[in-house]
């Protein structure tokens, strides 16, 4: 997927996600998301902050903080901006939809699968069905299978052959596992049991 293209799927995603948010109760903004110890609010703050990202005197105190947990360090600064009112996460949404600053420590590559799969850590365990993308998902696996850090997906699911079923892509070697490329892009990305009910195989 070239990069105009992936631009305008990230576009296209955080406006999804700030339609999904627009209509959510208090409760569930606080519900918790398929990412341990994220609330709904925390994954959505993260991707807003995203165009917008923390200046440096922010960045180094969040750091400290830290301990140089990159985790550590992900998690506190999604909390910190999640403090905000939701209706102004969900502006900030819409307002840098299309705005292709990032924070310099990543690349358009790399936001297109954040995107993805943060959309769905807040939709499934809020049980709403808003289908992937399958070409950008197609596109995010490739880019997760190769990247290594954070993922460690080529390390993790090294004996499977994955494949998916509604799409031309496949990785690895071993034995077989399918699905719909969006359930694989989520067992890529370490959501295991959410992707598991979606493919055949050994996990």
């Known amino acids: 997927m070239d990069e105009e293209t992936s631009w305008t799927v990230i576009a296209e995603q955080r406006l ?12 569930e903004w606080d519900h918790p998301s398929l990412c341990t110890d994220w609330r709904v609010r925390d994954v959505a703050a993260h991707v807003a902050m995203a165009p917008r990202p923390p200046g440096p005197a922010a960045m180094l105190g969040a750091a400290v903080r830290a301990r140089g947990s990159f985790d550590r360090l992900n998690h506190d600064l999604a909390v910190r ?4 009112p939701a ?3 969900v ?4 307002r840098h939809a299309a705005s292709r600053r990032l924070p310099a420590v990543t690349n358009y590559r790399n936001i297109v699968p954040d995107v993805l799969v943060h959309l ?6 809020l049980g709403r069905d808003l289908p992937m993308p399958i070409a950008a998902a197609r596109a995010a696996a490739d880019r997760v299978w190769e990247m290594g850090w ?6 993790r699911l090294r004996g499977a052959r994955l494949t998916a079923t509604d799409t031309d892509w ?3 070697a071993g034995k077989q596992v399918s699905g719909p490329i969006a359930a694989l892009l989520l067992l890529l990305t370490g959501r295991t049991a959410t992707a598991r009910p979606h493919l055949t195989g050994p996990l």
């Open 91 to 94: 502006a900030q949404l819409r």
């Open 170 to 172: 496949s990785v690895g």
């Open 150 to 155: 954070p993922f460690r997906a080529r390390r």
């Open 120 to 125: 769905q850590d807040i939709a499934v365990p």
């Open 16 to 27: 999804a996600l700030a339609d999904l948010l627009d209509g959510l109760t208090a409760d």
């Open 81 to 84: 901006h999640a403090a905000r």
């Open 87 to 89: 209706d102004e996460i």
